[in-house]
């Protein structure tokens, strides 16, 4: 089982950008692919980003694509999500999460059911 600690949420103007962070403890990581979800008040939790276990292949929502970048640091059992061009859509809670396979579905966006372990959040505020 992977534990995992987000950090980087915050308050940003629109425009802005922000760097999350997902920390991972276990020796599992380097093998896991990992993918980071969003979840705003009333809405179902949303698929954001993906990246395989080597960091080869990246996967993104459509509306992410072009503003958002996912990598990870093998080396340091972190995963990022550099998030540029925010806007008020982009409020949520944002959740790093671990897949239960190396590679990256070939389903976009991926089944959560996917995911075994998933951190406990951090919060994105985007104020207009």
């Known amino acids: 089982q992977v534990q995992l600690v987000e950090s980087g949420g915050g308050l940003v103007q629109a425009g802005g950008s922000l760097r999350l962070s997902c920390v991972a403890s276990?020796?599992?990581?380097?093998?896991?692919?990992m993918a980071w979800f969003r979840q705003a008040p009333g809405k179902e939790r949303e698929f954001v980003a993906a990246?395989?276990?080597?960091?080869?292949?990246?996967q993104y929502a459509d509306s992410m694509k072009g503003r958002f970048t996912i990598s990870r640091d093998n080396d340091r059992n972190t995963v990022y999500l550099q998030m540029n061009s925010l806007n008020a859509e982009d409020t949520a809670a944002y959740y790093c999460?671990?897949?239960?396979?190396?590679?990256?579905?070939?389903?976009?966006?991926?089944?959560?059911?996917?995911?075994?372990?998933w951190g406990q959040g951090t919060q994105v505020t985007v104020s207009s």
């Open positions: 999460t671990a897949s239960m396979y190396g590679r990256l579905s070939k389903r976009i966006p991926p089944d959560i059911g996917d995911f075994g372990s």
């Open positions: 276990g020796r599992t990581f380097s093998s896991v692919a």
């Open positions: 990246i395989s276990w080597s960091g080869a292949n990246t």
